[in-house]
């Protein structure tokens, strides 16, 4: 069965620090997104992909958060420098469109800022 | 402001007990909404639900929608402790998904 397949799992770094995440989409998800999860509540919607272009990015930090999806296939999510609120699972999840069938996630990648 | 709201925030039940969780929204142009089970883990997809007052099933889970009235219910029948997990709602238009908080399952032996 597909899968969203996201790199590292876990990541420990010092704040101050660049950290990056990778994720590859299900074959032929031309929507891509990037999550933000803290303990206890709902996934915040970081970056939104169509293809290689950003459709919502009006909640990422832009001061220190990028996102990028050159090819319109995988996509590395940065933050550069860290902080200590930035500890929370990232997301990765990805669907055939914007209106469904429904997102299906990565495995996370739990970033812990020290 | 697009928002969903989800309740109860937790719920501790014995197995074989039946629940309701609920979910409301109010979202600009709403297509659809979503419900997801998370356990440690990434959030797996239950069911997607566009249309009013019909019933979605998979085994002892169903779900429904009510355009009107602008909610959701998700139905957990003869609980078992592997439905203890964390239940996500998200409505969306054909731009963004807005997630709820979650309601939090504890289903004890």
């Known amino acids: 069965e597909a899968e969203v397949a996201q790199s590292p799992r876990y990541k420990i770094t010092e704040k101050s620090q660049a950290v990056a995440f990778w994720c590859d989409p299900i074959?032929?998800?031309?929507?891509l997104y990037w999550y933000r999860q803290i303990l206890g509540q709902g996934p915040e919607l970081l970056v939104q992909f169509q293809d290689e272009s950003v459709v919502d990015d009006s909640q990422l930090p832009k001061d220190r958060f990028s996102a990028e999806r050159l090819k319109g296939v995988d996509s590395t999510l940065k933050i550069q420098p860290a902080e200590l609120g930035d500890s929370a699972m990232y997301l990765c999840a990805s669907s055939l469109g914007t209106s469904g069938p429904g997102q299906y996630f990565g495995p996370g990648t739990r970033l812990t800022v020290t | 402001e697009d928002k969903v709201v989800q309740s109860p925030l937790s719920l501790v039940v014995h197995e074989g007990d039946t629940v309701t969780l609920n979910c409301s929204y109010e979202?600009?142009?709403?297509?659809?909404l979503l419900w997801y089970k998370q356990e440690k883990k990434a959030p797996t997809f239950l069911f997607m639900l566009?249309?009013s007052g019909i019933e979605k099933k998979s085994g002892r889970l169903s779900s429904i929608l009510d355009k009107k009235e602008l909610f959701s219910i998700l139905n957990i029948t003869a609980t078992q402790t592997g439905d203890s997990a964390i239940y996500l709602c998200a409505a969306g238009n054909n731009r963004k998904l807005i997630w709820g908080l979650g309601t939090s399952l504890a289903v004890n032996p």
């Open positions: 979202v600009t142009n709403f297509r659809s």
């Open positions: 074959s032929g998800h031309a929507t």
């Open positions: 566009t249309s």
